[in-house]
């Protein structure tokens, strides 16, 4: 089992390539201008590729749509656009929690907790941009939803 002491050493992915994680500066407050922008950006940056996988989906399915004569290749094909348009869909959701989380970074809501004010956190804000719920609200959460299941 990781010691917290683990996990805070465990480096962090950003969902977007080339934006370094945040580096806290002794003593900076809590969602301080600089640590605003540099979510700001990586949300920006994330909108932008899946906006950008969102034409190559569509210029994908116009070039290569073909009406093929053998039932087993349009069956694939069919199957083929299918998954890419449930990918789409995730990441239509996806941009729609960007959208709110920029909103939020605007109105001076970001990194706090929707459910009970708490600090979501930088390193959980960097695993996952979108975060809205602190991790204990989130554990929570999930277990209310395993439970209704």
Known sequence: MATSEQSAKTPI??????????TLKK????MSDAQLEHFREILLAWRKELMEEVD?????MKNDAANFADPADRATQEEEFS?????????????????????????????????????IGIRRLEARPTATLCIECKTLQEIKEKQMA
């Open 13 to 22: 992915r950003s969902p977007v390539a080339g934006i370094a994680p945040y």
């Open 27 to 30: 003593g900076e407050e809590y």
């Open 56 to 60: 190559r989906t569509v210029e994908h």
């Open 83 to 119: 998954l890419e348009l449930r990918t789409r869909d995730r990441e239509r959701k996806l941009l729609k929690k960007i959208a709110e989380a920029l909103t939020d970074i605007d109105n001076g809501d970001y990194g706090f907790c929707k459910s009970c004010g708490a600090e």
